[in-house]
């Protein structure tokens, strides 16, 4: 055992959120969970080499024209929204399913600090992953066409925004989720949230008056969230700046909403 | 050091801490005691800043913990074992919780060299066995050399010898002249271990005293003697004002007196004494008359139902 009265730095005036980052960094690396995003990165390539084999056959000549080639492309979005979206919620939710986080919150009593730092580490993680699945996909699928007039490159207008697009659509949408699992703080409810509020909504609104139907819809989040990654802006739909930026407003609304209850609550 | 001040929490209805003061000096260790639902492990919680108290507040070292830049090197605590990422490793766990507060890897391998887990340091802790993960909880405790430790029922569902490991441990830890609070519902673990009791029921304090003032104490201490005239000694010490019970095994229970003066009584009046001896009841004893009002849940029979604590 260490001397009792060895000199102390426990009470600097400056604390460390970079002690803070590597805590969590460290905690994001040591879980297998983190791991299941690369499985997206895998979805995403496979898919895109299946729909550029499969898919240019099936499509008549109209619909060749008409067909988003970049959506086609990052069709194995569909798979690794979920994963991220997942991700996202158990960055926060798995520290309070398994008690975990009396003692992070223990270790750092400045709560609002932890949950910065595992935004920030996610966020960080999540853009890697996410920008590799998205172009490793595109190239694929770019490799595999067997029909040139779906063929496109990356220096064409609106082309890289797209393709990078999906690595921020699936970025943005994990911190959706984050701010859920903030929020819900029990990973199932938290997870059935991030995935209800994606996928629920548009059918919902399949049923409502068309009025109603195109005021909302086009704010719905996966509508909002998915112009990002499309290069044909879709009818009635936001652009697609202006669409991830009401994408982003929900990730904001719940991660803000996160930051005001971890102070409140009892850990 | 640490120091409660009319600590209270309430929950809904329920007042889980009620007006709460005591204080745990360095050096020794303080048992913390009350019977299951007596508001044990909801102080540790406030102590630590998790659960915010309804009215009063605590200290340790002087400040309320969330002031603590890098609290781990304040005080240590394990308040719940299982309380881990299954997924993770113990090592990983240990380094996770080392660099939030700037402690070094060299610091991670000690702590687990000391609680003897060095060899399972990189399996997932989620297939630990219940004195495993203890060990585990102890060693984060430890990380950061703290001079306050706090451990809620440490001994619970050990093995024998992790029983004994963990008082030698807290002995060891109050000598270097740290301050250690340690909670449980067992007297008889906190008559072995403990220097100094807090012991609480219903969120209230119901005594704060050392472990000897709390045997010492209390007129309950008496004197048996077995004597075939019991009836002429009875009649001596009562005139002596002691109270004097007859047993049904014909031996006489005698307070207010001593062994000294029942066999000097015995001797100048040749009594034959057959047997001669002083009594105090046991912790255990004493500890359940205490709490006996307090305890949240009676069996038909009077004896306390255990639920397991969180």
Redo the contacts between chains.
């Keep these: 055992?260490?001397a009792?009265?060895?000199p102390?730095?426990?009470?600097?005036p400056l604390?460390?959120f970079t002690?803070?980052l590597?805590?969590?960094l460290?905690?994001l690396r040591?879980?297998?969970?983190t791991y299941w995003t690369l499985v997206a990165v895998v979805c995403n390539v496979g898919l895109a080499a299946l729909g550029a084999i499969f898919v240019p056959g099936q499509l008549s000549g109209h619909e060749k024209e008409t067909v988003d080639p970049i959506r086609l492309s990052l069709g194995g979005i569909h798979l690794s929204q979920v994963a991220f979206a997942v991700l996202g919620v158990l960055v926060i939710s798995?520290?309070y399913s398994?008690?975990?986080i009396?003692?992070?919150?223990?270790?750092?009593?400045?709560r609002r600090r932890v949950l910065a730092a595992k935004a920030a580490v996610f966020t960080v993680t999540a853009l890697v992953v996410g920008m590799l699945a998205s172009f490793a996909a595109y190239f694929v699928f770019q490799a595999f066409l067997s029909d040139a007039s779906l063929r496109s490159s990356i220096g064409d207008p609106g082309v890289l925004r797209a393709v990078a697009g999906g690595g921020l659509f699936l970025t943005v949408l994990g911190l959706f989720g984050l701010g859920l699992g903030a929020i819900i703080r029990g990973s199932v409810g938290a997870i059935a949230a991030v995935l209800g509020l994606l996928f629920v909504p548009p059918i919902v609104a399949q049923l409502l008056p068309s009025s109603w139907r195109d005021t909302i819809g086009p704010y719905l989040p996966m509508h909002a969230g998915s112009q990002i990654f499309a290069l044909r802006h879709e009818a009635g739909m936001l652009g697609a700046w202006s669409g991830f930026a009401v994408f982003c407003a929900y990730a904001v609304v719940t991660l803000g909403a996160g930051f005001v209850l971890i102070n409140r609550r009892?850990? | 050091m640490i120091e409660a001040t009319g600590l209270t929490k309430r929950y809904g209805a329920t007042l889980a801490v009620d007006d709460l003061s005591f204080t745990v000096p360095p050096g020794q260790v303080t048992g913390f005691l009350g019977p299951n639902g007596a508001g044990k492990s909801t102080t540790m919680?406030m102590i630590?800043?998790?659960?915010?108290p309804t009215a009063g507040s605590v200290t340790v070292n002087g400040?309320p913990?969330?002031?603590?830049?890098?609290?781990?090197?304040?005080?240590g605590?394990l308040?719940?074992a299982?309380?881990?990422?299954?997924?993770?490793?113990a090592y990983?766990?240990l380094?996770?919780?080392a660099?939030?507060?700037?402690i070094g890897r060299a610091r991670v391998d000690h702590v687990l060299a000391?609680v003897g887990l060095h060899s399972v340091a990189g399996k997932r802790s989620g297939g630990f066995s219940l004195g495993m993960a203890q060990r585990l909880g102890i060693a984060?405790a430890l990380l950061?050399?703290p001079?306050v430790l706090m451990f809620d029922e440490p001994v619970n569902g050990l093995d024998p010898e992790g029983v004994l490991w963990i008082r030698s441990l807290v002995k060891?830890?109050a000598a270097?002249?740290?301050t250690v609070f340690l909670s449980s519902h067992l007297m008889s673990e906190m008559a072995i271990t403990a220097d100094r009791l807090v012991i609480i029921g219903n969120g209230r304090l119901i005594r704060e005293t050392t472990v000897e003032d709390f045997l010492g104490s209390g007129l309950d201490n008496f004197v048996r003697v077995r004597s075939p005239r019991g009836d002429v000694l009875t009649t001596l010490l009562e005139e002596q004002g002691a109270v004097v019970v007859r047993q049904p095994d014909n031996t006489l229970s005698i307070t207010g007196s001593s062994c000294d003066t029942v066999g000097e009584l015995a001797r100048a009046n040749g009594l034959t004494l057959q047997e001669l001896s002083a009594h105090q009841p046991t912790l255990e004893q004493r500890y359940m008359e205490l709490t006996r009002d307090s305890v949240g849940y009676h069996t038909a029979d009077g004896t306390e139902l255990t639920p397991v604590e969180r």
């Design positions: 055992m260490d009792v009265a060895r102390r730095i426990s009470h600097g604390p460390s002690d803070v590597r805590s969590e460290s905690k040591s879980v297998r969970s798995s520290e398994t008690g975990m009396r003692t992070t919150l223990s270790a750092v009593p400045q009892d850990a | 919680r630590l800043g998790l659960d915010a400040r913990y969330a002031e603590y830049r890098r609290p781990l090197h304040e005080v605590a308040l719940d299982r309380a881990v990422h299954g997924g993770r490793s990983d766990h380094l996770c919780l660099l939030s507060n700037g000391q984060a950061g050399d001079r060891l830890l270097e002249g740290r």
